[in-house]
């Protein structure tokens, strides 16, 4: 029986065009097109359901095998310009554009990928798939002219190349979420034009260099959890376009706020779990476009300036966890606030909080070890949108309040060490949402009918340590503690 040939044919002369042109430092439209199916032929691609993204799959499924013969026909969708996720110069033709993100890829980049022969390429982002096993290949560095590399959360391992450091037109990089090790940031000593960084859980392990400080077009800076060591450089904190900086999870990363500027354009800045100390200062009034700032778990002191009230776009304000004191200043200007933490620091006591009931955009409140004396106010009965409620540890007495019921959002209910007195109310069943309960070590009267809590689907914490429980707990339910 006569084989047909003709498809042995094609691919040979795929081969020779890709091996005639590899020496070349720029590739023809049709060219790039073979680089681009050769490519999708070197990493697999085969789980079709178990991690497939949005679809992703159908991106690869338009790419069909290119022939010399019918190159230019578009109607047989062999123009890899028609093709997902590819995107073409106007004019001459030239790939400038792949995007492959959440595409469920399966494979390996290696440093003879025909990938690297897209040298006009200037967006590169293969994000949120699956190269476990492969290093960044130091052939990178043909890619001259991208803009953008989005590489996050795709596996890769191993160190950065060095060749990172040649892509000097880069106003994008993202490296985030996978197992790489950064020797120095002075590796991007030559990225000038850098708007977006982005290394998050990156291994850097060294200081951050005040260079960045000179990268004014800087717009958002991540380094998250990336063991970052030494004094981080005030003065980043005065770039004229920054909006975004997280430094959080860098326990070793020491530093203080500046004086703020008028009309600086930070939008959120966190700095959770750091070493940063000092005082928030007065000028923190000057980030008038401030949207969250999270200054947990980290050794700030002083006092919470007033100043703090003024900043009335935020919506999340965390300094939980701290070395803050004096009085706790009135933040009921603070309107839009979803997530407000204060717990855990060392404020005055006996302080008045009656303008938390004011805050009716809450969605989360941290009051924990807050030295409260005041029973638990009605006025919070307004605060409807509450999932999270934690005071634990202060002295608040009395009853919880019926009006407390109306609070049918919540999720996490955590009073344990107060001074709570008499029956716990039977209506505790109408929180249909309940997580998780922490009513422990106060002074509760009475026996407390488990059959209030048996009902709710979602409880997998109960906590009643020294309440007396009647009828006794049930055996077989492993979801609740008593």
Same mark, same amino acid.
């Given at each position: 029986m006569a084989l047909n040939s003709e498809p042995m044919i094609s691919f040979v002369l795929l081969l020779l065009v890709l091996i005639t042109s590899s020496s070349s430092s720029s590739l023809? @439209?049709?060219?790039?097109?073979?680089?681009?199916? *050769?490519?999708? +032929?070197?990493?697999? @691609? +085969?789980?079709?359901?178990?991690?497939?993204?949005?679809?992703?799959?159908?991106?690869?499924? %338009?790419?069909r095998r290119p022939t010399i013969s019918n190159m230019s026909d578009n109607k047989t969708g062999s123009d890899c310009c028609l093709w997902d996720g590819v995107r073409c110069s106007k004019y001459e033709g030239h790939v400038i554009e792949l995007d492959l993100s959440e595409s469920s890829i399966h494979g390996f980049l290696t440093s003879n990928s025909t990938l690297f022969n897209l040298v006009h390429?200037?967006?590169?982002?293969? %994000?949120?798939? /699956? $190269?476990?096993?492969? +290093?960044?290949?130091? *052939?990178?560095?043909?890619?001259? +002219?991208?803009?953008?590399? /989005?590489?996050? *959360?795709?596996? $890769?391992?191993?160190?950065?190349?060095? *060749?990172?450091? @040649?892509?000097? @037109?880069?106003?994008?990089?993202d490296l985030s979420f996978n197992s790489l090790k950064l020797q120095t940031l002075s590796l991007l000593q030559n990225l000038t034009r850098l708007e977006e960084l982005y290394l998050r859980e990156v291994n850097i392990n060294s200081s951050v260099p005040r260079f960045l400080a000179n990268f004014t077009s800087l717009r958002s800076i991540s380094f998250l959890e990336c063991q970052l060591q030494g004094e981080f450089p005030a003065a980043i904190l005065h770039l004229p376009k920054l909006k975004h900086l997280s430094l959080a999870q860098n326990p070793d990363l020491t530093g203080s706020l500046p004086e703020f500027h008028n009309n600086t354009l930070i939008e959120d800045l966190s700095l959770h779990d750091t070493g940063f100390y000092g005082i928030i200062p007065q000028t923190i009034s000057n980030l008038n476009h401030l949207l969250l700032l999270d200054l947990s778990v980290s050794f700030f002191s002083g006092s919470i300036p007033r100043s703090l009230s003024n900043l009335t776009q935020l919506t999340l304000l965390s300094l939980r966890q701290s070395n803050f004191t004096g009085p706790v200043p009135s933040l009921v200007s603070l309107s839009k606030l979803t997530i407000l933490e204060l717990g855990d620091n060392n404020f005055e006591t006996s302080w008045e909080y009656d303008w938390i009931g004011k805050l009716t955009n809450l969605e989360e409140l941290d009051l924990d070890g807050m030295n409260i004396y005041q029973e638990i106010l009605p006025s919070f009965a307004n605060l409807t949108k509450l999932s999270v409620v934690s005071m634990s540890r202060n002295f608040i007495p009395g009853r919880i309040p019926s009006s407390f019921m109306n609070l049918t959002q919540l999720i996490i209910l955590n009073l344990p060490h107060n001074r709570l007195n008499g029956p716990i109310p039977s209506s505790f069943s109408n929180f249909k949402k309940l997580n998780f309960v922490d009513l422990s070590g106060n002074k509760f009267n009475g026996s407390v009918d488990l059959d209030t809590f048996i009902g709710l689907e979602n409880l997998e914490g109960l906590s009643l340590e020294g309440i007396p429980c009647l009828p006794p707990f049930p055996k077989g339910n492993d979801k609740i503690k008593a």
């Open positions: 023809s @439209h049709d060219q790039e097109c073979l680089a681009l199916f *050769e490519f999708k +032929q070197t990493i697999l @691609h +085969q789980d079709y359901t178990a991690t497939s993204f949005n679809g992703g799959f159908q991106k690869l499924d %338009s790419w390429l200037l967006k590169l982002n293969l %994000s949120m798939n /699956d $190269f476990t096993g492969s +290093q960044i290949p130091s *052939e990178i560095a043909r890619l001259k +002219q991208l803009r953008s590399l /989005d590489l996050s *959360e795709s596996g $890769f391992s191993g160190e950065v190349p060095n *060749e990172i450091s @040649h892509l000097i @037109h880069l106003s994008k990089l």
